[in-house]
């Protein structure tokens, strides 16, 4: 959230609101020296049945371990668990900014679908938004 390339959120979500928009089953997180310093979550797309398989994946690194492989660990075994529950796609949102975001997931099999131009606002600028998606070969 410091750097606003992140996310559109400008204030940190309680748990409460947090834990009610992902998905129970696939969370993951990573530490260091005791400390929670990655994690990666998914939220569903939609309510609707023919989407159940389409869930939208975020993922987060503090800074000071980026670099490092945490980001490829977690994603990696989010993409894993996923694959096993049946999910057929995952979907991503990046600012264009976030270069490094948008390498590890074209790395683990996403694909640029397009950019949404001015898709928010954020501290007063509009933004654009790298959609990406990765679909599942086992679940195809």
Do not use: K
Request: proline share 2%; with cysteine.
């Amino acid at each position: 959230m410091l750097t606003g390339n992140a996310t559109f959120e400008t204030q940190l979500p309680s748990w409460e609101e947090w834990d009610a928009g992902h998905l129970a089953e696939h969370r993951l997180v990573v530490t260091l020296d005791d400390a929670v310093v990655g994690w990666a979550a998914l939220s569903p797309y939609s309510d609707r049945e023919c989407y159940r398989g389409v869930a939208e994946e975020s993922i987060y690194i503090a800074e000071r371990v980026r670099g490092l492989g945490f980001g490829r660990e977690l994603l990696g075994a989010l993409i894993a668990s996923t694959e096993a529950a049946g999910i057929w796609t995952l979907q991503a949102g990046i600012f264009p900014e976030n270069e490094a975001s948008i390498a590890l997931h074209v790395a683990l099999g996403f694909r640029v679908v397009g950019v949404r131009e001015r898709l928010g606002r954020s501290r007063g600028m509009w933004r654009d938004v790298v959609l990406l998606e990765r679909r599942s070969e086992m679940n195809a």
